[in-house]
């Protein structure tokens, strides 16, 4: 798979509702890549997404990434509707912010709910999805990690770690599917999404101060990633960082 050959390959995107994996949806659509959009709950916002994305072939399937049995009966879609998944990007997270040494604030129910869906959800939809991926000339897995798993600096501690963990179990599976599916990591600093855009004007600035780049990263910055990450063809547990450069200091 190249970026010459992506056109007509399937990706399945989770998370694809919101800003940044819309953003992969429609990136992947422009290369020629039909698109199975993966909600958990807003099935309109998701059929209208799936009939906007550019070319054809789209289609949108409610799947929960931490419920496995739902993961199963997405692979069982997909494989009824395309035979195979060429591309699989795991897009969908949660957090909540925390201030990091608010220990309390920081319950057991949110840790395990971070968890669950930002590192067993990714692990699970990869284990469902496996034999599709493996199909043909084998696929690729693109998980969306974060520079907060390698800063520590993020919306909470648990958060932080959860992508810490994502970011390794890249490495891991991707020495361990190899050489049927590659497994790479795309990992984005502060996006711009209509979520950020909605907080606090002055902190968004200063962080873009910070950037090396000046600028906050777009959604459609990591969709190109994205796509480009699809294309590495002998790139395998490699990271792609979107930051503007901010982990540099």
Known sequence: MSLDTVRGRVAVVTGATGGVGAAISRCLADEGCRVVVVFRRDQA?????AGALGGEGHSAIRADVTDSASLERLAREVNERYG?????VNSAGTTRFVPHADLAGLDDALIDEIFRTNWRGPFATIRALQPLLAHGDGGVVINISSIAGVSGIGSNVAYCASKAALSLMTVSLARALAPAIRVV???PGLVDTDFVKGLDPAWRQEQARRTPLGRL????????????????????GSTITVDGGRLLG
């Open 45 to 49: 916002a998701a059929e209208t997404l």
């Open 84 to 88: 195979t998944a060429d591309i699989l």
């Open 185 to 187: 990591s795309v990992a």
């Open 217 to 236: 990263a777009q959604p459609e910055d990591i969709g190109r990633a994205v796509v480009a990450a699809a294309g590495l063809t002998c790139s395998t």
